[in-house]
């Protein structure tokens, strides 16, 4: 799932050409809705959307493009023809590429929003030149933008798929299982627990299968396939709302984002008993 046209970079180019802009209000980025199509803005300079900026930031150069984020006011009206959509309502809409980009874009700025001032001794940070990281010129605390690794996996016996669902899921949508690496725990590890505590059942076999950002918020999503060994389901109802065994010739309910690498475990597991 890599992005093979981009590279990162926090050092702008020094001759201005046309960049790809994405400019957010909050979650919302700015985008140009023409002929069924959604792209993001492309101009020269930043000026040229007649908007207010708060903070902005060189993210690299995708193709021949150079690329910037950009956070601007919650007032005002966009320019003619653009909208502000939600980010997560664009996972459909954009390509992988720039939806990939665009996450980065966005992951930049809050990070930047949440971190002006040291968390240790309260002084205003500034930012390095040469790395995308902030420091403290009092304490030298050093700040880079935050990551959140989070497992995602899938669970399967024999030709069934464990799927699930959470009470802030779209209706009737279900997906494979997914959470938070705590410290000091191992990738595996976390797999292990996390299906322990909230579907009560044990698994082994782990496999490697790919991994993807997800800035929904932060998390840096590492995907693996487990087979089931024992146990009866029983809920966290704390997380989740149910979970059932899907037969791979079964019609399934309604899935995740085929740009999600949720999508891609149950996608892979349907390919094999097809």
Avoid at 45 to 53: I, N, R
Avoid at 74 to 82: A, K, R, V, W, Y
Avoid at 181 to 206: C, F, P, S, Y
Avoid at 255 to 262: E, K
Wanted: hydrophobic share 40%; proline share 7%.
């Amino acid at each position: 799932m890599k992005n093979q046209l981009f590279t990162p970079s926090v050092t702008p180019p020094e001759q201005q050409t046309v960049a790809l802009w994405f400019v957010f209000r909050r979650d919302r980025l700015l985008v140009l809705e023409q002929d069924q199509d959604i792209r993001v803005p492309r101009w020269q300079t930043f000026s040229e959307s007649g908007l207010p900026m708060i903070r902005q930031h060189f993210l690299g150069t995708w193709g021949k493009h150079p690329c910037y984020s950009v956070e601007t006011v919650e007032q005002g009206n966009p320019p003619t023809g653009f909208n502000f959509i939600s980010l997560r309502a664009l996972t459909l809409e954009l390509s992988h590429d720039l939806f990939t980009l665009a996450g980065r874009a966005i992951q930049i700025l809050q990070w930047d929003r949440d971190h002006q001032f040291c968390g240790r001794c309260g002084h205003a940070m500034q930012a390095l030149p040469t790395e995308r990281a902030k420091r403290c010129p009092s304490c030298a605390l050093v700040s880079y933008p935050r990551i959140s690794p989070a497992v995602i996996m899938r669970i399967t016996r024999g030709d069934e798929i464990l799927l699930s669902r959470s009470a802030h899921f779209a209706p009737d949508m279900y997906s494979v299982q997914a959470g938070f690496v705590e410290a000091g725990e191992t990738l595996e590890e976390t797999v292990i627990r996390e299906v322990q505590e909230e579907v009560g059942i044990q698994v082994d076999n782990l496999h490697y299968f790919g991994s993807q950002p997800w800035p929904f918020p932060h998390s840096l999503m590492i995907a693996f396939t487990a087979d089931y060994v024992s146990g009866e389901i029983t809920l966290d109802q704390d997380e989740l709302e149910d979970a059932q065994w899907f037969q791979a010739t079964a019609r399934l309910p309604k899935l995740p984002s085929p740009m999600s690498i949720a999508r891609h475990l149950i996608e892979d597991f349907l390919a094999e008993h097809r």
